[in-house]
């Protein structure tokens, strides 16, 4: 079968299944988006890598302005243009879409349409209820509403148009329900995170000799994205918490854009704060390993259309997680049944978790106990060949689907000779 998996963001687990799809003997196609600068996962191909798969990164001709709307928009029509040129040259049996922001996915919509290209929706986050939140923050309610309402329009009718829906947690579902959509055609599989590249490690690691850190204090990482989801301050205010009970803590964030200048500026000179951009994919699982507790961050307008998935590399990485986040969002859960702490995502919040560190961080051997359950969980819920087998039935069901439906007929073996079917 060709497959054309593109998620836009290029994060780790989504590469995973690539390879581990192009691995049983299907062509994969994997793109990500050149300009969208975040934490990627392993996105070159190896000597290891079967000859069936690529990887290739799509890039717009205009500029990406991330918080311009206009520009933003423009940029998302311009990259929809040249995935479609993209496919038009590699047609493929399967479009995967992940991680695409809503406007480029709604050009995208219609050309499928069009096309008669069987796709499916392998939904990431609910960004009509992102942007509707933002144009609240940002505009008047007269003219906050009407974005609202298009957004959700245009997200509601791509769940509708796909083939088949992917939903990263139920929760989805209510939503869907809420927008008066049948989900025959949907079906929740949880995110993960790849357990053969996340090990544990070492604290005291090459990584950490590379930056420096110093061996002494507690130390507190933060590895992600730092955006509209996600309050930056809150990290400081954690450390402080800690620092005020008497732990020897420092923090590390590894992350740039918005997020991390206001958290550098805020942080001005302090040594205790040391701010790094993003890191190499294949270092990554030594940067979680320096760690003696990760910290992940949700603010609660995001807490319904969006789960952190850098919660899942921590239980990987079997590493003590605090989240400040709701509650109700499914991430706190995994928290909490790895052993670690979840508050709301406020200065309360974090004064809570600075008491829980300093019960919790001084007892070393606790926190590898908690770091131990945090990689069981990861170990039994993170089986790339069970999630392989899902995603592998959902495609050939929507190659199915679409063959009864009288669309033109796909080619659908598994390989081929030049490793990409004609």
């Given amino acids: 079968m060709r497959l054309n998996v593109h998620d836009y963001s290029g994060h780790p687990f989504q590469v995973q299944l690539s390879r581990a799809l192009a691995a049983r003997g299907h062509d994969v196609l994997h793109n990500y988006a050149l300009q969208y600068v975040t934490g990627h996962g392993d996105l070159e191909v190896g000597p290891q890598d079967p000859a069936t798969l690529r990887i290739e990164a799509l890039k717009a001709d205009i500029a990406l302005k991330k918080y311009n709307p206009v520009a933003r928009a423009r940029f998302e029509r311009a990259y929809a243009d040249v995935w479609q040129a993209s496919l038009a040259a590699n047609p493929a049996d399967v479009v995967v879409a992940c991680n695409v922001p809503l406007f480029a996915l709604g050009r995208m919509r219609r050309y499928f349409e069009r096309a008669g290209q069987p796709w499916v929706l392998w939904h990431q986050d609910i960004y009509s209820l992102a942007i509707a939140a ?12 009407p974005v609202g309402v298009a957004v959700e329009r245009m997200e509601r009718a791509q769940v509708r148009s796909a083939d088949r829906v992917v939903a990263s947690t139920d929760r989805f579902l209510d939503q869907y329900d809420r927008w008066g959509l049948s989900t025959d055609h949907v079906e ?10 996340l090990v544990p490690g070492q604290r005291d690691n090459a990584w950490a000799r590379e930056q420096h850190l110093p061996t002494g204090p507690v130390r ?4 992600g994205t730092l955006g509209r989801k996600h309050n930056p301050l809150l990290l400081l205010d954690l450390l402080d918490s800690a620092r005020a009970r008497g732990v020897d803590a420092m923090l590390v964030v590894c992350s740039q854009g918005v997020g991390a200048d206001d958290l550098r500026e805020a942080a001005g000179s302090r040594p205790d704060v040391r701010i790094l951009g993003y890191q190499p994919a294949e270092r990554f699982a030594e940067v979680l390993a320096s760690a003696d507790a990760v910290v992940a961050l949700l603010e609660p307008d995001a807490a319904a259309f969006s789960v952190p998935s850098k919660v899942l590399s921590y239980l990987s990485a079997g590493r003590p997680i605090i989240g400040l986040m709701p509650g109700v969002n499914p991430a706190a859960g995994d928290i909490v049944s790895a052993g670690g702490f979840v508050a709301e995502p406020t200065a309360a919040g974090a004064r809570a978790a600075g008491e829980w560190l300093a019960t919790t961080g001084r007892d070393t051997e606790a926190l590898a106990r908690i770091g131990a359950t945090a990689r069981t969980i990861a170990e039994q819920r993170f089986d790339i060949d069970r999630i392989a087998d899902r995603f592998e039935a959902i495609f050939e069901s929507t190659v199915s689907r679409a063959l009864a439906a009288g669309e033109p007929a796909l080619v659908v073996s598994r390989g081929s000779a030049n490793g990409w079917a004609a």
């Avoid at 940002?138 to 509403?145: E, G, I, S």
């Avoid at 507190?220 to 590895?223: G, H, Q, R, T």
């Fill in 134 to 145: 933002e144009a609240s923050r940002r505009w008047p309610f007269v003219a906050a509403k």
């Fill in 188 to 197: 929740v599989i949880p995110n993960w995170a790849p357990i053969d590249e």
């Fill in 220 to 223: 507190l990482l933060y590895a």
